[in-house]
T-cell receptor, first 118, second 114 residues
């Protein structure tokens, strides 16, 4: 099915380990995003990408690394996981606004990954 | 930087009644977009409604409508004829006109009583 998928859906890891969360979209959207959701903070942007090989920091990028070698994939890596990175992680994708009243720029979200760092 | 504030951590409504969720935001921009997203227990983020700041008319989607007050920087969501399936966390979000990043509020948990 077309859409945006994330894997794994659940992950438990230990402090200091490297973890990679995967995101894949089938729409060929230009933009992709990583958010983390924490109680009391809503969703906060970690990193985003405007196209393959173009990435930029969001609000809370420290401790995370991203890459985007292909348009459809946008993996998020925690190089050395910490307990404060325990969270639910959402990937999203969108197209730039084309103009007029279209809603092509709507962000579509994946199902989320619940990450626990012990 | 833009900020979004949802001052109600939790709200309750009786089935078939109407409830309003509050959202205020801070920005120096004159053109932007505002959104309400719903997150049911499944965790899926679902777009409920969208408002363009340059439009004076309030957006409506079936039982969902907004009260957009640009001068007051207020963007409340009204849910009419509430249903059990409306129970969820609701997020208000802001996006600049030419940007693609969303800024979210902390969310409001809506409980629907039968």
């Amino acid at each position: 099915d077309a859409g945006i998928t994330q894997s794994p859906r659940y992950k438990i890891t230990e402090t200091g380990r490297q973890v990679t969360l995967m995101c894949h979209q089938t729409w060929s959207h230009s933009y992709m995003f990583w958010y983390r959701q924490d109680l009391g903070h809503g969703l906060r942007l970690i990193y985003y990408s405007a196209a393959a090989d173009i990435t930029d920091k969001g609000e809370v990028p420290d401790g995370y690394v991203v890459s985007r070698s292909k348009t459809e994939n946008f993996p998020l890596t925690l190089e050395s996981a910490t307990r404060s990175q325990t969270s639910v992680y959402f990937c999203a994708s969108s197209e730039p606004l084309a103009g007029g009243n279209d809603h092509t720029d709507t962000q579509y979200f994946g199902p989320g990954t619940r990450l626990t760092v012990l | 930087a833009q900020t979004v504030t949802q001052s109600q951590p939790e709200m309750s409504v009786q089935e078939a009644e109407t409830v309003t969720l509050s959202c205020t935001y801070d920005t120096s921009e004159s053109d932007y977009y505002l959104f309400w997203y719903k997150q049911p227990p499944s965790r899926q983020m679902i777009l409920v409604i969208r408002q363009e700041a340059y439009k004076q008319q309030n957006a409506t989607e079936n039982r969902f409508s907004v009260n957009f007050q640009k001068a007051a920087k207020s963007f409340s969501l009204k849910i009419s004829d509430s249903q059990l399936g409306d129970a969820a966390m609701y997020f208000c979000a802001y996006r600049s006109l030419y940007g693609n990043k969303l800024v979210f509020g902390a969310g409001t948990i809506l409980r629907v009583k039968s």
